[in-house]
């Protein structure tokens, strides 16, 4: 499917401005101590990083970063043409106790924070789950919300949203992308996205 | 390079592409070894069929550690006191188990081409996992982790192979995948244990062993396999194992950052003495442990995609 850009949502700027607030709003609400941030694979690990270091500055305490692989959790297995890559899990501290802020990039049916949160599990009992997304984009199909969120982007089904970081994909930026005109696919939710850009496809 | 086959039944068959992917997988599967609880749930509800016409510990152990960590149900079949014993043809077993509508059955035989038989009639995802002298391709891949792990990359490596080449399905799975890899192998044993036609699988023979290990990043030692020697291809077990034989005056002239493998079970003091199986070169152990990621990558990739 040929996608072209239809608006731009955020820029470098406001991108970072989010993080920022999100990692104020993190610290507000849970304080510094006994707190994890764990970002899912692959922008939500990036993001992690970042909002640790705008902890850091606001705190002078950077929070343990880990990084959560959900392939093996998803639902859809065996239903997709293809099989997903599976990444390598790495939290490397105890979970126990924690409160352990999730992170990804764009918020959509939920069913990777279902997953994530059964990984999370499996790996130890954290005290509280919370959640944070650069975008939710809404069509949730199940009863899973964000803590902290970064942009509220109303969208429909067709279309995509792709959250660029300049360590994946070169520039810091978030645009909405719909079908070119005459393509036949209507729904983006089953459509698979190019690589480079970003999915919000996936569950 | 997604994986889109139904069964993996040789090395021969599968591409440098595939090879990789399945050794990234695996590099991931890793980690949940780490975990207190060792278990995803990723093959829930899916079912796997160990069926094994020939003896194996480790193989089977580790097929079926890797099944149950990745929530598969796993069940064990062996021909000993099965229905095998009454007449029942290989192809006739084989096609009861699928009525019984299993996602992947892991078959072990001793004629080779067994596997790949049931690759064509089954419907379901086969894995061969070693038919008679002709491939193992799940301990090739282990072996490919297990030096990759340890070396940082494959291509352009020095793999020495020795002993009994002939009657060895690993060595043919690990030629197969180490030549598409990038990597030289020189296999070397006594002539009768070296198949004429080897060359045509782009290795170098050797017929001395300090020659043929003193530029080696890693040595292969293969077990001397007694089950499959009916025809006087060695004088004696002695002899053999002071000709070609693995022991620390020999491993002096090797490189100092050369791995030692060993596919196992061990014939300490035949092909490898118990110095050399335990010293700080030896991968033997981290060969198993890596033999499950392998497994875990395997099923992973054959009963949880479409083609399952």
């Known amino acids: ?62 929070p343990a970063v880990g990084a959560l692989d959900i392939t093996l959790y998803r639902d859809d297995l065996g239903t997709r043409a293809e099989q997903p890559q599976v990444r390598s899990t790495e939290i490397p501290f105890p979970l126990k106790g924690l409160t352990v802020v999730l992170v990804d990039d764009v918020l959509f049916t939920g069913r990777t924070i279902r997953a994530a949160m059964d990984a999370l599990m499996d790996l130890g009992r954290p005290r509280v789950i919370r959640l944070a997304v650069l975008v939710d984009r809404g069509h949730r199909e199940l009863p899973i919300r964000p803590d902290y969120v970064g942009k509220n982007l109303p969208t429909s089904r067709r279309e995509t949203v792709a959250v660029m970081l300049t360590e994946h994909d070169g520039q810091d930026r978030v645009v909405i992308q719909e079908p070119e005109e005459g393509d036949p696919s209507l729904d983006g939710a089953t459509t698979p996205t190019p690589r480079r850009t970003i999915k919000k496809g996936r569950a | 390079m997604a994986w889109m086959r139904k069964d993996l039944v040789s090395m021969q068959d599968i591409e440098a592409g595939e090879i990789a992917d399945l050794l990234d997988t695996a590099e991931s599967m890793k980690e949940i070894a780490t975990r207190e609880i060792k278990k995803v749930p990723t093959l829930r509800g899916k079912t796997v069929v160990n069926l094994f016409y020939e003896s194996s510990t480790r193989t089977r152990t580790s097929f079926e550690i890797a099944g149950k960590w990745l929530s598969a149900d796993v069940i064990n079949f062996s021909a000993s006191g099965s229905s095998a014993e009454k007449g029942e043809s290989f192809l006739d077993t084989a096609r009861n188990i699928e009525a019984m509508s299993p996602d992947v059955v892991v078959v072990r035989h001793k004629a080779a081409g067994g596997p790949a038989l049931l690759a064509k009639h089954l419907r379901c995802s086969v894995v061969n996992a070693g038919d008679g002298a002709h491939e193992h391709p799940t301990q090739a891949l282990l072996d490919l982790l297990t030096i990759r792990e340890k070396k940082g990359h494959l291509e352009g490596l020095n793999v020495t192979i020795v002993g009994d080449i002939t009657h060895s399905r690993v060595a043919r799975s690990n030629i197969h995948g180490m030549r598409k890899m990038g990597m030289t192998v020189t296999v070397a044993g006594p002539p009768t244990l070296i198949p004429p036609a080897c060359q045509e699988m782009g290795v170098k023979v050797s017929h001395r062993l300090e020659e043929a290990i003193a530029h080696a990043d890693v040595i292969m030692m293969l077990r001397l396999q007694h089950e499959r020697m009916t025809g006087g291809f060695i004088p004696s077990l002695r002899e053999y194992s002071r000709v070609w034989g693995l022991g620390l005056d020999r491993l002096q002239h090797c490189r100092p950052d050369v791995l030692i493998m060993h596919p196992g079970p061990v014939n300490r003091g035949v092909e490898i003495s118990p110095e050399v199986a335990d010293s700080q070169y030896s991968v033997i152990l981290d060969q198993v442990t890596n033999g499950v990621a392998v497994r875990m990558a395997v099923l992973f990739l054959l009963a949880g995609s479409k083609a399952a």
Not at chain 1, 3 to 8: G, L, M
Not at chain 1, 17 to 26: D, F, N, S, V, Y
Not at chain 1, 30 to 35: I, Q, R
């Open chain 1, 1 to 62: 499917m040929s996608t072209r850009e239809k608006a731009e949502v955020l820029d470098q700027a406001g991108l970072d401005r989010a993080l920022t607030r999100i990692g104020h709003e993190i610290v507000e609400q849970a304080g510094g101590a006994d707190l994890a941030l764990v970002g899912i694979k692959t922008r939500g690990e990036t993001l992690a990083a970042r909002i640790a270091q705008k902890i850091a500055s606001i705190e002078g305490k950077r």
